[in-house]
């Protein structure tokens, strides 16, 4: 099976634009879940989809958003970029939830 | 927040060592899991313990739980070289809601 895909890889946004990053979940992977990834932060959580609901969302402002397709494919959204919105962005999928995830290999942005 | 920490923060040591890092949370949690990242990379599991399992091996990886010390770790017997990377401790806990949370990681260095 193809692993799971992100696009774009690399991103160089401008503050105050917005951003759509995409997600391709391992074939018949009904969860995605998206994870942002700073130095400062780590690892953090922030939301998952399941069957095209969204089933949990982490401590992200509104700026953050996402949707799942019926096809499984995932895209988040961040609006009025922040410099601190600078970070690898991280998508994983799995066959239900929480056990063993498959991540992507992220998607880098940087906003100036 | 119920975020794992791991420790040490990094460790280096020679092709053929071993590296034991470790994990403790703060609430009762489903499962914890560990993953390991190259570089700035997607993560990749490496293994899941459930909370009513003591021990479990993969490999060269032995994973050990104590939930009454709230703890884990991850033992990488006859390291090589192509072990450096990141390890990250997961935990799925049911107070936290259906996410992961990370810990910090550990940075290990493996030299030739």
């Known amino acids: 099976k193809a692993g799971v895909t992100q696009t774009p890889r690399y991103l160089i946004k401008t503050r105050g634009q917005q951003v759509t990053l995409s997600c391709s979940p391992i074939?018949?992977?009904?969860?995605v879940s998206w994870y942002q990834q700073t130095p400062g932060q780590g690892l953090q959580f922030l939301f998952e989809y399941f069957s095209e609901t969204q089933r949990n969302k982490g401590n992200f402002p509104g700026r953050f958003s996402g949707r799942q397709f019926s096809n499984s494919r995932s895209e988040m959204n961040v609006s009025t970029l922040e410099l601190g919105d600078s970070a690898l962005y991280l998508c994983?999928?799995?066959?239900?939830?929480?056990?063993?995830?498959?991540f992507g290999p992220g998607t880098r942005l940087t906003v100036t | 927040s119920q975020q794992g920490e791991e420790d040490p923060q990094a460790l280096s040591i020679q092709e053929g060592e071993n590296a034991t890092m470790n994990c403790s949370y703060k609430?009762?949690?489903?499962?914890l899991q560990w993953y390991r990242q190259n570089s700035g990379r997607g993560l990749v599991h490496l293994i899941l313990?459930?909370?009513?399992?003591r021990e479990k091996h993969s490999g060269r990886l032995r994973v050990t739980l104590d939930t009454s010390k709230k703890s884990s770790s991850l033992l990488i017997t006859a390291s090589r070289a192509a072990d450096t990377a990141s390890y990250f401790c997961a935990t799925d806990a049911t107070a936290a809601g259906n996410k992961l949370t990370f810990g910090g990681g550990t940075r290990v260095l493996v030299k030739p």
């Open positions: 994983a999928s799995s066959e239900r939830g929480l056990d063993e995830q498959y």
């Open positions: 074939s018949g992977h009904r969860s």
């Open positions: 609430t009762s949690i489903n499962n």
């Open positions: 313990i459930r909370s009513n399992e």
